[in-house]
């Protein structure tokens, strides 16, 4: 599911006519956080760390959406996300009546430099798995697996 990202193949799947926009899209995540952060997942560019999920964009047919999946950032910027918001953390790339598209883009530039500053959101089922990775990694030697044995081969 997980590839890595480089911003001209990315781009190269996207609609000649959409690719000014996700270029200033790419530009925004990688001014907010680190190229070795940024992923691709089902064909779009998201930053996972530690199992969280927090902040990327997708390009769908009813025009861009970030995410900002960072509850850090929506606690801090909310109220200003609220009016482009669906969901919990998807925010829709579309100027309202009276707004520009720069306007929304520099919201979006925000809120990913909030979200680089915090964690994300985990599943459940992720967050089980990540804590028992965790648990076997600090488990003393004894409680570890033991490597199986093998038995030499006589002729």
Known sequence: KFAPYRRAAFLASIEAKHRPLAERLCTLLE???EAKDIQVYSGFPIVVRDMEWIAGFAMRANGPVAY?????????????????????SCIAVKPRKGESIED???????????ASRHGGMISKADSKKRDAVRAKKQAPPSKRAAPAKTREKTR
Not at 68 to 88: D, H, N, Q, R
Not at 104 to 114: E, H, I
């Open 31 to 33: 001014s907010a956080f």
């Open 68 to 88: 900002c999946c960072s509850p850090a950032t929506l606690a801090e910027m909310g109220a200003e996300l609220k009016p482009y918001m669906s969901g919990k």
């Open 104 to 114: 929304v883009l520099a919201l979006v530039a925000r809120a990913f430099k909030v």
